[in-house]
């Protein structure tokens, strides 16, 4: 049940390490149904698909990969219709699965770490990337897409997500180059007669980093794409966007190659974040000649943000950030990990004065949070509400077990918590048809039960975080990243 913050801490953990270990176990078998375990009532409104991408495999026939992040996208569609619910999930197809998966081994060096069997030697000079395919999944302009950021987008049947290819966007995309996983839709785009558009970007690392813009109309063409060089090397994962801008935080990171090349860590193990040194706000024009500026901010290190929006001649940027950018190192077991050794993740808000070039930051919520989302039409406009996945404990680094929701107007926060035993991914709001209020609608989020060993996807009012239904699958899905909804 949700409750209202103001409990006090408490010194016991809210979970059991064993029971959160088991949300990354490999789910080798794809699965289609319909839903028959359901607690609760699925809303007769609630029409669609939720699309989810996360790693589905830790493992190459037994094989650990090193993180994560490294393991093949899968894809689950839950398919909601007339108050039932159809769940569907199937592996992207890529190169290095189907290769792997018939060799029976590794083949791939990871971005995180991941290596051959055979030590340094079997991984020296290899520089292969492998696309995995597994961090978000969008459908847009009559496609659905499986996005890893750095490289082409792959396109699946929405109705049964078989594997149709890579996709270049009609032409656009050059082969080998990158997509993000990280499109933003503008819910209302002056240059495209206020219909939706796309926006997403693609990133060229190097001792001086590319960025490129892409806006995509309705029907899925690139109606807009430009390009800047800014200096330094960029990981830069995710971006806001306003009608007017694309917003970019370009963390003080430096590269060393030297181990990555002689087969010794991943690229992005070779990464290395000077939290002594400011980041670099990047305030890309998305059309005209204004020329880009660049504020430096201290923002630690961020993996995603959760909105922007231009007021009253401010740019507001809402982020969540990490005094540190969280890595597996080369002898490491992600497995054991110790939550409270690791800085966790807390919002912030960043206000810019784009004349003076001043910047105001702010701790906004102490409470470990990722997976930040507002209501799709509040996208780059100012929004009165955000919702989070969020530690059970006020404190403290830990797994994610709870939906939170900051109201900015009240500086209310409620808090839905499936612990002891379960743990959540990314919320996704779906609003209620022709609904007014800003969080009339339902949040989405698929929960690992530790206990049972399975998974459920929880639909919770957004504007009170009650329990609407549970739909219980009769497997467990390793823990995810991205996901959308489609109405169609
Ligand atoms: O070598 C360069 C650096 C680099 C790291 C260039 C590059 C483009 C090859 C590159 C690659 C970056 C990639 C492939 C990033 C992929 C990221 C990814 C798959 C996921 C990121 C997830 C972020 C978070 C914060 C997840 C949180 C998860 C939980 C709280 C637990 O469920
Ligand atoms: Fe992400």
Redo the contacts with the bound molecule.
């Keep these: 049940t949700p409750t209202q913050l103001n409990q006090t801490s408490s010194t016991s953990l809210s979970y059991s390490l064993d029971e959160w270990r088991k949300g990354y176990r490999s789910l080798q078998d794809e699965h289609e149904y319909w839903i028959d375990e359901i607690e609760g009532q699925i809303p007769a409104e609630l029409q669609g698909t939720l699309f989810r991408n996360g790693p589905g495999l830790l493992d190459v026939n037994g094989q650990r990969i090193h993180h994560p ?1 490294d393991g093949d996208g899968m894809i689950c569609a839950f398919t909601f219709q007339d108050g039932r619910a159809h769940f569907r999930n199937r592996f992207v197809q890529t190169q290095g699965y189907l290769e792997e998966q018939e060799a029976g081994k590794i083949l791939y060096r990871g ?1 995180f770490g991941t290596q051959k069997l055979g030590g340094w030697l079997a991984n020296l000079l290899d520089f292969r ?1 492998k696309n995995i395919a ?2 978000n999944v969008i459908y847009w302009g009559d496609k659905l897409l499986a996005l ?3 490289a082409e987008p792959h396109r699946l049947d929405p109705s049964t997500l078989e594997t149709l290819g890579l996709d270049d966007l009609d032409g656009v995309l050059q082969p080998g180059s ?1 997509f993000a996983a990280h499109p933003r839709v503008d819910p209302n785009c002056a240059l495209d007669d206020g219909n939706a558009c796309l926006v997403n970007f693609a ?1 060229k ?1 190097g001792l001086s980093t590319t960025i490129t813009i892409y806006e995509l109309d309705v029907s899925g063409k690139v109606v807009r794409q430009h390009s800047h060089a800014v200096p330094g090397f960029g ?1 830069m ?1 995710d971006f806001a966007i306003t009608p007017n801008y694309c917003i970019f935080f370009q963390a003080p990171v430096s590269f060393n190659p030297l181990p990555y090349l002689l087969g010794l860590k991943g ?2 193990q070779s ?1 290395n974040v000077q939290t002594d040194r400011p980041s670099q706000a990047i305030i890309i024009p998305r059309h005209g000649d204004a020329p880009v500026q660049t504020i430096p901010v201290e923002a630690g290190f961020i ?2 943000h959760a909105n922007a929006f231009e007021q009253d001649g401010k740019l507001c940027v809402d982020s969540i950030c990490y005094a540190e950018l969280p890595a597996v190192g080369p002898n490491e077991d992600y497995l054991t990990v110790k939550f409270d050794r690791l800085a966790p ?1 807390q919002l912030w808000r960043f206000e810019f004065d784009l004349t003076t070039q001043q910047v105001h930051p702010q701790l906004v919520e102490p409470r470990c949070c ?1 997976f930040p989302v507002v209501h799709p039409d509040r996208v780059g406009r100012p929004n009165r509400y955000t919702y989070m996945g969020a530690a059970h404990a006020p404190t403290g680094n830990a797994p ?1 077990q709870a939906i939170l929701k900051l109201d900015w107007q009240t500086d209310d926060r409620l808090l839905w918590s499936a612990a002891p035993h379960g743990f959540v ?1 990314e919320p996704i709001f779906v609003p209620r048809p022709d609904s007014t209020a800003e969080d009339e609608g339902w949040l989405l989020t698929l929960v690992f039960d530790g206990q049972q060993e399975r998974s459920k996807l929880v639909i919770l009012n957004a504007s009170d975080l009650q329990e609407v239904a549970q739909l219980k699958l009769k497997h467990h899905i390793p ?1 995810g ?1 991205h996901g959308n909804f489609t109405s169609h």
């Design positions: 992040f971005v990337l597994n961090t890893w950021e750095a990158a990133i690392p990981f994962h690229a992005g990464l993996f995603h993740g990722e994610l991914s823990y990243l």
